[in-house]
Antibody
Framework: EVQLLESGGGLVQPGGSLRLSCAAS????????LSWVRQAPGKGLEWVST????????YYAGSVKGRFTISRDNSKNTLYLQMDSLRAEDTALYYC??????????????WGQGTLVTVSS | QSVLTQPPSASGTPGQRVTISCSGS????????VNWYQHLPGTAPKLLIY???QRPSGVPDRFSGSKSGTSASLAISGLQSEDEADYYC????????????FGGGTKLTVL
């Protein structure tokens, strides 16, 4: 069974940093691109970032580019999102997601349950 | 403001057919496939339709998708109470070195 388990969320002050993790199991981790998607309170789904299989190519939403860094450790089956210079508008439930097919970037068929990030003083 | 445009709400009675539209541009829907997700806030989103009109295993055939030019649609026939949820379209966008765009979401109410 495919499982994605996010962790690392919490309360952080504006300007602070946080690192999210997504531990994967039930599939060959190194054969899939992975993404982060978030949902702010009362808002819709928003794509945050995607990383390719070996971790050599990354994509970012304009709202987080330059502040967030996506990475992966294929030896630990874990996806990361380093979030720096956090803003109130980054407050959201953050999901990691895996696409349906190997070597694809989309569509996302497997999702974690999310980890909540709250940016507030 | 989302890159893909969806109506904020839709509604129908049990058994009815409902459609949700998703409008984009040449750099996203016009040149890439559309995916649809069903989401209840606080839970994991569910892939409903991929590659414009394909259903993942386990998704009832009451759900169907289509695409024409720079627009796409999700149709739900035989509406059921458990279909009440938020629905999002999404597509890859070739501009700005590539990124994913979502619609703003449509809240479907089953009356």
């Amino acid at each position: 069974e495919v499982q994605l388990l996010e962790s690392g969320g919490g309360l952080v002050q504006p300007g602070g940093s946080l690192r999210l993790s997504c531990a994967a199991s039930g599939f060959t981790f190194s054969s899939y691109a992975l993404s982060w998607v978030r949902q702010a309170p009362g808002k819709g789904l928003e794509w945050v970032s995607t990383i390719n299989l070996p971790g050599t190519t990354t994509y970012y939403a304009g709202s987080v580019k330059g502040r967030f860094t996506i990475s992966r450790d294929n030896s630990k089956n874990t996806l990361y999102l380093q979030m720096d210079s956090l803003r109130a508008e980054d407050t959201a439930l953050y999901y990691c997601a895996r696409p349906k097919g190997q070597y694809q970037l989309m569509p996302w068929i497997a999702w974690g349950q999310g980890t909540l990030v709250t940016v507030s003083s | 403001q989302s890159v893909l445009t969806q109506p904020p709400s839709a509604s129908g009675t049990p058994g009815q057919r409902v459609t949700i539209s998703c409008s984009g541009s040449s750099s996203n829907i016009g040149s890439n496939t559309v995916n649809w997700y069903q989401h209840l806030p606080g839970t994991a989103p569910k892939l409903l339709i991929y590659s414009n009109n394909q259903r993942p295993s386990g998704v009832p055939d009451r759900f169907s998708g289509s695409k024409s030019g720079t627009s796409a649609s999700l149709a739900i026939s035989g509406l059921q109470s458990e279909d009440e949820a938020d629905y999002y379209c999404a597509a890859w966008d070739d501009s700005l070195n590539g990124h994913v765009v979502f619609g703003g979401g449509t809240k479907l109410t089953v009356l």
